[in-house]
């Protein structure tokens, strides 16, 4: 069985650093891709960034485009995302997901297990 343990959240100022953290455990082949995603208060779910665990390719959306960065440690286990030149409007509980099939989803109804959520709070 998958499990995915995130940590790493808290509170930024605008224009500063973050780096989230997931751990994941279980059988390998359940995890093709990961991803991050985040739900900004009273707003939908929305993709963040993902990787191809093996072929170790990348996925972002627009919004996080040059200022974030997804990657992941083979040996260890764990996805990053490195969160640079945060803005307010990236506040929101970031979720990390996995995938047992090939390709990176931005929906997340095509992900198979989540984490439980970090808070990420960016003041401006």
């Known amino acids: 069985q998958v499990q995915l343990v995130e940590s790493g959240g808290g509170l930024a100022q605008t224009g500063g650093s973050l780096r989230l953290s997931c751990t994941a455990s279980?059988?390998?082949?359940?995890?093709?891709?990961m991803a991050w995603f985040r739900q900004p208060p009273g707003k939908e779910r929305e993709f963040v960034a993902g990787?191809?665990?093996?072929?170790?390719?990348?996925q972002y959306a627009d919004s996080v485009k040059g200022r974030f960065t997804v990657y992941r440690d083979n040996i260890k286990g764990t996805l990053y995302l490195q969160m640079n030149f945060l803005k307010p409007e990236d506040t929101a509980v970031y979720y990390c997901?996995?995938?047992?099939?090939?390709?990176?989803?931005?929906?997340?109804?095509?992900?198979?297990?989540w984490g439980q959520g970090t808070q990420v709070t960016v003041s401006s």
């Open positions: 990787i191809r665990w093996r072929e170790n390719t990348t």
């Open positions: 997901a996995v995938r047992s099939a090939i390709g990176i989803h931005t929906i997340p109804v095509m992900y198979d297990h």
């Open positions: 279980g059988p390998k082949y359940s995890m093709s891709v």
